[in-house]
Each structure stands twice: as C-alpha cells, then as structure tokens.
C-alpha cells in the first residue's frame, strides 16, 4: 500500500465547475500538507500548504486537511481552462519536513 | 532573481554511458533536494544536500547513483552506466533553511532518457 493515495483521474469539467481534489494517506506521522500543480513538461509548482486540520483558502483555493480520517482535498473555484494540469499532494513529518512524499497526481481537464 | 535552474533540459544518452544533471540553486539558497518523477508517477525523493555534505541520501539507489553539492558552483547529480530504467525526469529544488514545511521551489527539471 502507498503511503499515500490520490485518483489518478482524468478528471474532466466545464468552465466554472467547482473542482474537488483529493489524497488519502496512510502515516499518521504526517503533519505538513501541500498542494502542487505541474503542467505538462514543467516542474511542479507550490500552490498551497498548511499543516493543521480545517481549511486554508487563498483565491479561488481552498485547501483542506482531516487528520482524523488522514484525508485531504483541494477545492478549486470557478475552474479555467488555464487550471488545466496535473495537481500533486505532497506531505512530510515533522522530525524531517525536506522530505516530502508525493500522491502520484490527478490530470485535470477544464473544458472552455 | 532567478528561480532553480536545472540543465540540460533534455538528455539522451545510450545505455552503459554517464549522465550528469546540474541544479544551481536560487540566490541565497544553500539547501538542494532532487527528486525523480517517473512516467504516471508522483515524484520521489532522492538525496538532500547542503554545501559540501550529503545530510539524507536515503532514497538513492545503493549503486551508479551519487550527489555531491561544492562549495561553489552547482549541484550534480550523477548516474553511471545507465539503464532504460533511469529514463525518467529529474528535479531539484532548493532553500535557505532545512525547515521546510511550508514547501519548496523546483527547477524545470531535466528529461533523461536512456536508448
């Protein structure tokens, strides 16, 4: 079993669709939680992190974290066809936060 | 201010043969982490580096991998005699402080590919 879980989708949704992205993980050591977005042929790119249950929001992101079901989901509003990617979730422990272990990423389709 | 530059962005090479990635890291930053991001995968860490040591190398291969960060110039990550195996894109990222909870920023990445 990996450490942690994510639908590898595609996952495929009209402009404007409130898009939900989810990774189960199985290590309740985990303590610090990020978002990254990768397009195609680029290098994965920080969107979000936080590192206590509830929500973060920034923009049209909201990330969100529950430790007691070792379950996080990133929400994203009114979607674009420029939020078109490959979102990652990534988590670390405390004792050794430069390590982060990596979902193996959802492809996200916004149709114009 | 440059972000994490990773060259080459592309490199062929044929089986048996060495390949070297460089990362320099962003200004001001003296911590270095390279990952690999097989095809369909997530990426998976390989080895963290501060200037002139290796602090975890524990996602390395035991052989033909090695890593070393100078006192000046740029990371290298190192692979002899490569396989189609190690075909694969290559990440590094860097900081300016070992605690990195908050994420860190990867470089471009390079594309290896092994014929």
């Known amino acids: 079993q990996k450490e942690v879980e994510q639908d590898p989708g595609p996952l495929s949704v009209p402009e404007g669709a409130i898009v939900s992205l989810n990774c189960t993980y199985s290590?309740?050591?985990?303590?610090?939680f990020m978002w990254y977005r990768q397009y195609s042929r680029k290098g994965p790119e920080l969107l979000m992190y936080?590192?206590?249950?509830g929500n973060k929001e920034d923009g049209r992101f909201t990330a969100q974290v529950d430790k007691s079901s070792k379950y996080i989901s990133l929400f994203i509003r009114d979607s674009q066809p420029s939020d078109s990617a490959t979102y990652l979730c990534?988590?670390?422990?405390?004792?050794?936060?430069?390590?982060?272990?990596f979902g193996s990423g959802t492809r996200l389709l916004v149709r114009p | 201010n440059a972000g994490v530059m990773q060259n080459p962005r592309h490199l062929v090479r044929r089986r048996g043969q060495e390949a070297r990635l460089r990362c320099s890291p962003m200004?001001?930053?003296?911590?270095v982490y390279w990952y690999r991001q097989l095809p369909e995968e997530g990426l998976k860490f390989m080895v963290y580096?501060?200037?002139?040591?290796?602090?975890?190398e524990s996602g390395m291969p035991k052989e033909r991998f090695s890593a070393e960060f100078p006192k000046e110039g740029p990371s290298i990550l190192r692979i002899q005699q490569v396989v189609r195996g190690d075909s694969a894109a290559y990440f590094c990222?860097?900081?300016?402080?070992?605690?990195?909870?908050?994420?860190?920023?990867f470089g471009s990445g390079t594309r290896l590919t092994v014929v």
């Open positions: 990222a860097s900081s300016h402080t070992p605690e990195t909870y908050y994420g860190y920023t």
């Open positions: 290590n309740s050591a985990f303590q610090y």
């Open positions: 936080t590192y206590s249950s």
């Open positions: 990534a988590m670390s422990v405390g004792d050794s936060s430069y390590k982060l272990i």
């Open positions: 200004k001001g930053h003296s911590h």
């Open positions: 580096l501060q200037k002139e040591n290796i602090i975890d």
